[in-house]
């Protein structure tokens, strides 16, 4: 009995152990497959021994995502996960089950392909969007409204006509393959951990608290379930078509089946046919058709007994763990990379693969000579998922993350919160010389024509160990080098050159400042006029700047209070590269706006007569700042509805005036705007007569 107990609460343990890997670090340590498997496990042996069963079982749960920092929304109906299978079998026996509890009578299966993404409820109200919910335990989610408003798939207004005047749609919100490599290439350059996968990406922006952020990622999302509705049509199928004609997107790999072989027909297609989809998808939902015959059927205490999730398995092999490299990246960053005996993968001959960080190698006990399980998650970067230790070498060398940059031999660094360890060793490490050199060439950054091989050649022939030491190089040092012509050489010279008309905003990027990615570049160029004024901004000072955290505020102080790095600023400018904003980058001039003008704005609440962005676009229009905290520069907070309780606090206790929205309106209207145009920012679209967002 005693030993149960201990399987029961070492099964427990492990699946909240690899629950957290992914769904707080969104670094999974193990194979979707492998942990559906676990938690089965895990209640097979709580339905043998129903008396050891604990209010906090991860089996309890529908799996939370709730988040601080968004209200917290009752769904109406409770979203229930699905039951999952990774066989043929189950499936039979689903349809078999179904067909004996409807008695014989002849019913209809909708197939649909399941997309790897977030789950969402999305209330429209007389056809207009009004509220969006994530799943969170199935019972209350977070109110992701105003993210969810932003994705352009996604209509505010229904089509058409002939909608129930309260509705509520559910689905899935995902990010297409393209998107999601575009923004780990962005993460990437701005030297940020990057997402393991398009699910994560999808679920760690919808979280996101600014919209501008949510809105820059282009996510989308599919529609596959409407609750309730006795008026509707009695089918799931024809439910979905309707809703597609009131502009809700809805998968195109939907069928009708009416035999069991019709089912696994669809499966073993789509289950060959997802390779080549645009998005990430995990299998195919297979649900009764009839509502009514949906209610004949019901409800487990947890799942309904009228749909099954069928789950493709990601393609796994076995191989051989050879070595472990730790690369040192441009923000000196070590990451640890598996070089494996060459295996094929989902067409690929896959050598190398991700091992994310220290943590992660120490979660897997990584040992030299392993067999270790690779996966192609989503098709992408392959990963290893698991170790077989069962077949493990006697005398096996566990794999050891170096304590000493594997390059210059420096300590290695490991700030508090982050995963990774970096060489603190940055003007003389040679990979991150190179690296950033290399950085500052790209065509987003200073844009010279400047491939790896010659940046590595310059370096070890000592004739380029800096970005500044590009620009004292002569066409004499290059004919040295193999394969330079007089040609080639004067068209590097010209593109080098070339570079110093590049714009401000690039030639920041290009400096490789930690958490200064392209974006965060342009936004402090409308800020900064040139790096002198942009070197002595306080932390505080930058902070007010939307869209800049403390993390990026930190990092530009820490850097410029470095003297070697003021020498290489000062050494780049002598060398003729203008550090400042060239024409093109002048901010048109505002209206000038007694009230708003110069002043710093906190916006938190909820909104009835305009949305928060509308409001963020009004006052820095009129030349007025938002900050994202309340500090002592703060003139007024732009209080909506449900506030949170720690910012009153806080704008109370520093004496900050709370304008209300009304208050803000009226003296928005009554002072006099002194400039020619003075435009009455016009609203975003025609939603004028948006209705009130509702908060149970
Ligand atoms: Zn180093």
């Not at 379930?225 to 509707?232: E, H, I, L, N, S």
Request: contains cysteine; negative net charge.
């Amino acid at each position: 009995m005693e030993r149960i107990d201990e399987q029961i609460r070492a099964l427990r343990e492990e699946i909240n152990r690899h629950n957290y890997a992914y769904y707080v670090l969104s670094s999974p340590t193990i194979s979707d497959y492998d942990f559906d498997h676990l938690l089965k496990e895990l209640e097979a042996l709580e339905a043998q021994h129903p008396e050891l069963i604990t209010p906090d079982s991860p089996t309890q749960r529908v799996g939370a995502d709730r988040t601080e920092g968004f209200a917290q929304v009752a769904h109406r109906y409770p979203m229930l996960s699905l039951g999952n299978t990774y066989s043929y079998e189950e499936v039979d026996s689903f349809y078999e089950r179904v067909k004996k509890d409807l008695g014989g009578k002849p019913f209809a299966i909708a197939a649909e392909l399941k997309y790897d993404g977030l789950s969402i409820s999305l209330i429209y109200e007389d056809g207009i969007l009004v509220r969006a919910v994530t799943r969170g335990d199935g019972q209350v989610g977070d109110d992701v409204t105003a993210n969810v408003r932003t994705i352009r798939s996604i209509p505010l207004r229904l089509q058409g006509e002939g909608y129930p005047r309260e509705l509520e749609v559910r689905g899935e919100i995902l990010l297409p393959f393209s998107e999601f490599d575009r923004i780990n290439a962005e993460r990437s350059e701005a030297g940020l951990p990057l997402f393991a996968n398009p699910r994560n990406a999808a679920s760690g922006t919808l979280k996101q608290l600014d919209p501008a952020i949510v809105a820059s990622r282009r996510l989308d999302a599919f529609f596959y379930y409407v609750p309730a509705q006795p008026d509707m049509p009695d089918s799931h199928y024809e439910r979905l078509m309707q809703c597609k004609a009131w502009g809700l997107k809805v998968s195109h790999a939907i069928e009708l089946c009416h035999s069991l072989s019709e089912v696994h027909h669809f499966l073993d297609h789509w289950d060959e046919a997802r390779h080549s989809a645009p998005v990430a998808t995990d299998g195919v939902v297979l649900k009764v058709d009839s509502i009514t015959e949906q209610e004949e059927l019901g409800y487990t205490s947890k799942t309904p007994r009228w749909a099954i999730a069928y789950k493709f398995q990601a393609e796994q092999v076995k191989t051989t763990l050879l070595s472990v490299d730790f690369q040192v990246g441009r923000t000196g960053a070590v990451t640890p990379v598996a070089n494996l005996e060459a295996v094929p993968i989902s067409g690929t001959i896959v050598r190398r693969a991700s091992l994310h960080n220290a943590d992660f190698i120490t979660t897997l006990d990584l040992h030299l000579g392993d067999q270790v399980f690779v996966e192609k998650g989503g098709e992408i970067i392959p990963k290893i998922v698991g170790v077989a230790k069962e077949e493990r070498q006697q005398g096996a060398e566990p794999v050891i993350f170096p304590t000493q940059c594997p390059s210059c031999s420096t300590p290695l660094q490991r700030n508090e919160g982050e995963a990774a360890y970096y060489c603190p060793n940055q003007s003389a490490c040679p990979p991150q010389q190179t690296a950033r050199i290399e950085h500052f060439c790209g065509r987003k950054a200073a844009d010279i024509r400047l491939g790896e091989e010659t940046i590595s050649l310059l370096f070890e022939l000592d004739l380029v160990h800096s970005i500044a030491d590009l620009y004292r190089l002569r066409v004499e040092n290059l004919l040295t080098l193999p394969g330079f012509k007089e040609r080639s050489a004067t068209k590097l010279l010209d593109s080098i050159t070339a570079s110093k008309d590049r714009p401000f905003s690039a030639l920041l990027f290009g400096l490789g400042i930690r958490f200064v990615g392209e974006t965060v570049a342009k936004t402090l160029v409308q800020h900064y006029r040139s790096i002198e004024e942009l070197a002595k901004a306080s932390l505080e000072e930058l902070t007010t700047i939307p869209d800049i955290g403390k993390v990026i505020a930190q990092s530009l102080v820490d850097y410029f209070a470095l003297e070697s790095n003021r020498h290489f600023i000062l050494e780049l400018e002598e060398l003729g590269l203008p550090l400042r904003r060239t024409a093109q980058e002048e901010p048109s001039p505002v209206t000038s706006h007694e009230f708003i003008s110069g002043r710093t704005f906190v916006i938190s609440g909820v909104f009835t007569e305009h949305s928060r962005e509308e409001y963020k676009a009004m006052i820095e229009s009129y030349g007025g700042k938002i900050s994202s905290s309340i500090s002592s520069k703060t003139d007024f907070v732009l209080a909506g509805a449900n506030m949170g309780p720690a910012k009153l606090e806080k704008a109370t206790s520093l004496g900050i005036t709370l304008l209300s929205e009304t208050d803000f309106l009226a003296h928005l209207h009554a002072t006099q705007v002194t400039s020619t145009e003075a435009p009455t920012p016009a609203p975003v679209q025609e939603e004028r007569d948006e209705p009130r967002l509702l908060f149970d």
